[in-house]
């Protein structure tokens, strides 16, 4: 079987979407091909959101907000939107989550804390159900 692809997708990819694409990536050790990506990129990612995650050891400073294209969506899996499920194309045969998560924009690493924990296990129960080995 092919390794399976999943595009995490918020609207500024600077936060949720980086967070739950780092933890993919580092959780499934390259079992699973990541992708993130935002319908309005931000400039750069969000300070608290990169904070947090250093605090958990995952250095997601080098990474860069993406604008969502059809490819990447073309090319997943499984698309997890986070608050941008009107502005991500849909194509059949995919399959869409949608995950209901606070915004860390503007908030400080105490706020982002919490939307961190709530990715991680999220991200822990997706790959769980694809396969990953831990």
Known sequence: MEKPSVLFVCVHNA??????????????????????????????????????????WIDISAERPKILTTDAVELSD?????????????FPGKRYEDWKLEDPAGQGVEAVRPIRDEIKSRTIKLLEGLGVEF
Do not use: F, K, W
């Open 15 to 56: 936060g949720r979407s980086q967070m739950a694409a780092a933890y993919a990536a580092h959780l499934s050790g390259g079992q699973v091909e990541v992708r993130s990506a935002g319908s309005a990129p931000a400039m750069e990612i969000n300070p608290a959101v990169r904070d947090a995650m250093a605090e958990a």
């Open 78 to 90: 499984i698309v997890i939107t986070m608050g941008c499920s009107d502005t991500c194309p849909v």
